[in-house]
C-alpha cells in the first residue's frame, strides 16, 4: 500500500494532480484545499496518501497533512460517503472547521457541501458525533468561511497553482465571489472561477 509520495509535480487540474516519482507518474486525487497547498509544477512535492483497492482499479487520494487524511479515513466509514463525497467535505471545510461544526451540530455548515443532502447531514452528525473531539485539526490551510478578500485570495492562490497567471485569474474570481457571496465556500469559487476561464 502506498502511504507517501514525493517527487516532482507534473501537473495538476480541479480535483487532482500528478506526481513523478522515479520516472512513474501517480495520478492522486485531492481536497482544493491541498491542491492549493502543493507549490506550482514542476516542484517537488510531497503528499500523504490513502490507497483505495477496488476491483476495477487502484486508487490514490493525496492529503496535505495527516489531520486531513485522518479525517478522510473517518468521514469514509460513514454509510453514503464514497472517497468523492469525503473530498468535497474536506474541500469546503478544513479538518478544524468540521470538528467545529460536528462538535455543534451546525447543519449549515454541511449542507452548503455538493453532494451533501439534509439525510446525510444528520448522519454525519450522529455519528461522528462522540468521536470528532478525539480528531486531529492540523493547521488551516485556506478557512473554508472567510472574509471576502481572504476567500478571493485563497482561490487566486489556488488558480495560480493550477497554472492560471493572476491576471486573467483574477477577474473571474472577482465576479464569481460577487455572484455567490462571500459566504461562499472555497471549492465553490474555485470550481465556478474554472469554468468561467474555461470560457475566455
Known amino acids: 500500500m502506498i502511504a507517501l509520495l514525493t517527487g516532482r509535480l507534473e501537473g495538476l487540474d480541479a480535483s487532482s494532480c500528478v506526481i513523478d516519482v522515479s520516472g512513474v507518474g501517480y495520478l492522486v486525487q485531492a481536497s482544493t ?3 492549493a497547498a ?3 509544477p514542476p516542484a ?3 503528499v ?3 490507497t483505495v483497492v477496488r476491483e476495477d482499479a487502484i486508487l490514490l487520494y493525496g492529503f496535505v497533512d495527516s489531520a486531513e487524511r485522518d479525517w ?18 474536506l474541500s469546503a471545510l478544513s479538518p478544524r472547521d468540521l470538528a467545529g461544526a460536528i462538535a455543534s451540530g451546525d447543519k449549515g455548515a454541511l449542507t452548503q457541501v455538493a453532494g451533501v443532502g439534509p439525510k446525510l447531514v444528520i448522519r454525519l452528525l450522529t455519528e461522528l458525533r462522540d468521536r ?10 485556506a478557512p473554508a468561511m472567510v472574509a471576502a478578500g481572504g476567500l478571493a485570495a485563497d482561490a487566486l492562490s489556488a488558480l495560480a497553482n493550477l497554472g492560471y497567471r493572476r491576471q486573467e485569474a483574477g477577474p473571474a ?7 455567490l457571496g462571500d459566504k461562499a465556500s472555497l471549492d ?4 465556478d472561477a474554472l469554468r468561467t476561464l474555461s470560457r475566455q
Not at 72 to 88: I, P
Request: charged share 15%; proline share 6%; no cysteine.
Open 33 to 35: 484545499r491541498t491542491l
Open 38 to 40: 502543493l507549490p506550482p
Open 44 to 46: 517537488l512535492a510531497r
Open 48 to 50: 500523504l496518501v490513502e
Open 72 to 89: 478522510f479515513r473517518l468521514l469514509t466509514t460513514v454509510q453514503g460517503v464514497g472517497a468523492k463525497v469525503a473530498l468535497a467535505i
Open 132 to 141: 470528532a473531539g478525539a480528531m486531529p485539526v492540523g493547521v488551516a490551510v
Open 173 to 179: 474570481v472577482e465576479r464569481v465571489v460577487a455572484a
Open 188 to 191: 465553490a469559487v474555485i470550481r
